[in-house]
C-alpha cells in the first residue's frame, strides 16, 4: 500500500493553468465579524496569518498587544503588557494556544514562551527557549509541555533548524538544517514580513514550512515528516539569490530574486491554497494565489489572484489564514472596506457592516 504522504503538489505545471474560482464552489457561508471597537482596544495593526480562533474566542496578535474576542467579536481583554516583569514583554513574536489545557502561549523577544490562562487572562509562567533568536513557533499537540521554535539562518551558518524543549527550557531535540553558505561579511540579514508564518496547525499535525523550503513538514518528537512536496522547478530560488546570501543587498536583490516565487501554505481538508508573489522587481506586488485540489490531485492558478465572492458581492477572497480545518479567514481594515463600497454601495448593506466608520477596528 503506498503511504498517503508525502504527497507532490506540481506547482510549476499547474500555475500554466489559470480559472476562476466562485466562493460558492468552495465554502458554503460566510460571516462578518467586526471587531468592537471602544478606547480599550484600540487596534492599530494584526498580526492577520497568526489570528487564532478557538471555540469561545479570538486570539489577535500584533506587536505589542494581544487582543482576546469572543468569537462574535466583543471584546474581553488584552493578556500581558509591555514591560520587564513577570507576563510581560518587550515584543510579541508570536502565539499560539492549546484549547483542551486552556492555555494562549506567547513567544516574546527575551526569549521566553509567557503562558497565560484562557479563560481569566491571568499569567501562569514563563518557559525558556533554547535559543533567545528563534523567531517563529508552535506547540506540539502533545500531553507533555514541547514547544518547537524555528531559527532564521540569516548569518548563512547556523546550523540549528528547529528546537524542541520542554517547559523547563531543556532542549529535547535539534532538526538541523543543510542550505548552509559562507558569507564575506560580518553583518546578519533577514527578510522578513508580517505574513510570515512557518508554523502552525492542521488538525493535530503540528506543521513547518518556510520560503527557503519546498517541503511541507509535519513537526513530531522524533522527525520532521514531509507531507507535502511542492515542486517548484524554475520557480525555486536559488541560495545564491537570497537576500541574506546578497549580504543584504537590495539592488541586487531586486535584480537577480524577481523571476522566483515566495508562497505560503494553507490547508484545509479539500484544498492548499498558495497566496504567492514574486520575491522581487514589478511582480513582488501582484498579489497571486494557486490552490492544489486535495482530491484531484492537481494545482491550478486562481485567475485575479482571488477567489471570487458571488455570496456577497464586491469582496473578494484571498484567504490570509485558516482558523481551522475548513474555516479560512481574511482581515479587511475599515478604510478599504469604506474604498470598495465607493465602487460597490452594497457592500455597506450587508448587515454587520452597516454603520461602519473609518476609525473602527477591523
Known amino acids: 500500500v503506498k503511504p498517503e504522504f508525502p504527497q507532490i503538489v506540481p506547482f510549476e505545471t499547474g500555475i500554466e493553468t489559470e480559472q476562476e474560482i466562485l466562493l460558492s464552489e ?13 478606547n480599550k482596544c484600540l487596534i ?31 471584546f474581553i481583554r488584552t493578556l500581558g503588557r509591555k514591560g520587564g516583569g513577570p507576563g510581560e514583554f518587550n515584543w510579541i513574536m508570536q502565539i499560539d494556544v492549546d484549547e483542551k ?18 479563560e ?31 531559527m532564521r539562518n540569516n548569518n548563512g551558518k547556523r546550523k540549528e533548524r528547529i528546537y524542541l524543549s520542554n517547559l523547563k527550557g531543556d532542549t529535547l531535540k535539534i532538526f538541523n538544517r543543510w542550505d548552509l553558505f559562507d558569507l564575506n561579511s560580518k553583518y546578519r540579514w533577514m527578510i522578513s514580513s508580517d505574513i510570515d508564518r512557518y508554523m502552525f496547525h492542521y488538525k493535530s ?21 514531509p507531507r507535502y512536496i511542492f515542486q517548484m522547478g524554475k520557480y525555486s530560488l536559488p541560495i ?76 473578494p477572497l484571498r484567504p490570509i489564514t485558516a482558523l481551522d480545518s ?6 479587511w481594515e475599515a478604510p478599504e472596506l469604506l474604498e470598495k463600497a465607493e465602487k460597490t454601495p452594497s457592500i455597506l448593506q450587508i448587515e454587520p457592516l ?8 477591523p
Open 205 to 225: 499535525h503540528t506543521c513547518y514550512k518556510e520560503y527557503y523550503n519546498d517541503t511541507l513538514f509535519t513537526i513530531t518528537q522524533e522527525t520532521l515528516e
Open 240 to 315: 545564491e539569490c537570497r537576500f541574506e546570501y546578497l549580504n543584504g543587498d537590495g539592488k541586487r536583490f531586486q535584480e537577480v530574486a524577481a523571476p522566483y516565487i515566495q508562497y505560503n501554505t494553507i490547508e484545509t481538508d479539500s484544498y492548499i491554497f498558495m497566496p504567492y508573489s514574486n520575491w522581487a522587481g514589478e511582480k513582488a506586488q501582484e498579489k497571486q494565489m494557486a490552490i492544489y485540489d486535495k482530491k484531484a490531485k492537481n494545482c491550478f492558478k486562481v485567475s485575479t489572484g482571488h477567489i471570487k465572492n458571488d455570496l456577497t458581492p464586491g469582496l
Open 101 to 118: 489545557k486552556g492555555l494562549v502561549y506567547m513567544l516574546t523577544t527575551t526569549g521566553k514562551i509567557n503562558i497565560y490562562s484562557m
Open 44 to 74: 492599530r495593526g494584526l498580526k492577520g496569518s497568526n489570528i487564532i480562533r478557538t471555540k469561545e474566542y479570538f486570539f489577535l496578535p500584533w506587536i505589542d498587544k494581544l487582543f482576546q474576542y469572543t468569537k462574535d467579536g466583543k
Open 120 to 150: 481569566t487572562g491571568k499569567f501562569i509562567r514563563a518557559m525558556k527557549v533554547p535559543n533567545i533568536e528563534v523567531s517563529e513557533f508552535a506547540m506540539l499537540r502533545v500531553q507533555d509541555t514541547i514547544a518547537a521554535t524555528f
Open 354 to 361: 452597516k454603520g461602519l466608520k473609518e476609525d473602527d477596528n
Open 26 to 38: 468552495i465554502a458554503d457561508s460566510i460571516r462578518y465579524i467586526p471587531l468592537e471597537t471602544n
Open 326 to 331: 475548513h474555516t479560512l479567514l481574511y482581515v
